[in-house]
């Protein structure tokens, strides 16, 4: 188990990483979604998910492609992490965005709010 200041030492290395990576993240996050609402969401998310995992030991620079330069080691594996959540929240919007042709669309907000959605599957599936 760790002692506080093993938990203090490996936060600041946690921070100090994180702050250096945060807003290139969110910069990936929105190009990937191209909504600023769901890029901070991810990001949020992304650096929870991180900690947690960071904290438990499970980042490992030696492991990666990187092992002699750690911050490029995290920035890696952190990108990772935001950008599997790109990719689940994309498939949740699509999954949304599917209309049975029994149950109608109704309002003509709705269709414009579907027509959005699917522009924005459908330009990620281009990519």
Excluded at 28 to 41: C, G, K, S
Excluded at 48 to 74: C, H, I, L, Q
Aim: proline share 4%; aromatic share 12%.
């Amino acid at each position: 188990m760790l002692d506080s200041l093993d938990l203090e030492l490996m936060q600041r290395e946690f921070e100090q990483l994180w702050f250096a990576n945060h807003e290139y993240a969110y910069r990936y996050a929105y190009h990937i979604t191209r909504n600023p609402d769901t890029a901070q969401e991810i990001v949020q998310e992304a650096s929870v998910r991180a900690w947690v995992a960071f904290s438990n030991g499970k980042f490992v620079p030696e492991r990666t492609k990187y092992p002699d330069d750690p911050p490029r080691a995290f920035r890696v594996w952190f990108l990772r992490i935001v950008h599997n959540l790109c990719m689940d929240e994309l498939k949740l919007i699509a999954r949304l965005a599917t209309v049975s042709l029994d149950d109608g669309i109704g309002a003509e907000e709705d269709s414009q709010e579907l027509s959005v959605l699917s522009t924005r599957v459908l330009r990620q599936k281009s990519l």
